[in-house]
């Protein structure tokens, strides 16, 4: 990705990266067991429905289900199609003062914080070599996730620097 046009003058990139793919993807798995779940039960009322819509004429019998078969499909793989989509779009930095992260799948929008911001910052490990990394800023900010980075630790070690040498939770 180009950040020439985000960086202030006068502003250096000192570290760049992206998700793991599949990590960014299947990151909320669980929600495919739910859908998998609604989808089947979804599917036997559709099935139900439209046998009672059949036999007493009532046709509206048949559409009830069909809002529950969509949320079932979407919960069972319609996130992850999502997910991998976004994934194409995400993208980290860290400069000499802020860190950006630039995300969203039909509206990409940047967050970003100032490095002297930073209060706390947390590393989820997800593998060997795989983290979440979870930032606070001052208050009144909202938490910064950033989602299966590979090697973490280069990216944590400039929030380090920024801190003072201060500790992290990890």
Known sequence: M????????GESLRWEGRPAPRCFTFRRWHHSLF????LILAA????VGYQLSV?????????????????GIYFFAGHLFLARREWEHV????TDRRLLVQRGLFRRRLETLGLKEITYFKVTPLGENLGTVRIRGGEGTAPLEVPCLE????????????MGGEGSDQ
């Open 55 to 71: 036999t007493y004429r009532l046709p509206a019998l048949a559409w009830v289900p069909v809002p529950f078969l969509v949320a």
């Open 151 to 162: 090697y973490p630790r280069r990216m944590t070690d400039f929030f380090e620097e920024a």
């Open 44 to 47: 036997y009322w559709q099935f």
């Open 91 to 94: 993208f980290y930095a860290v």
């Open 35 to 38: 859908g998998a779940l609604l």
């Open 2 to 9: 180009d950040w020439t046009s985000i960086l202030d003058p």
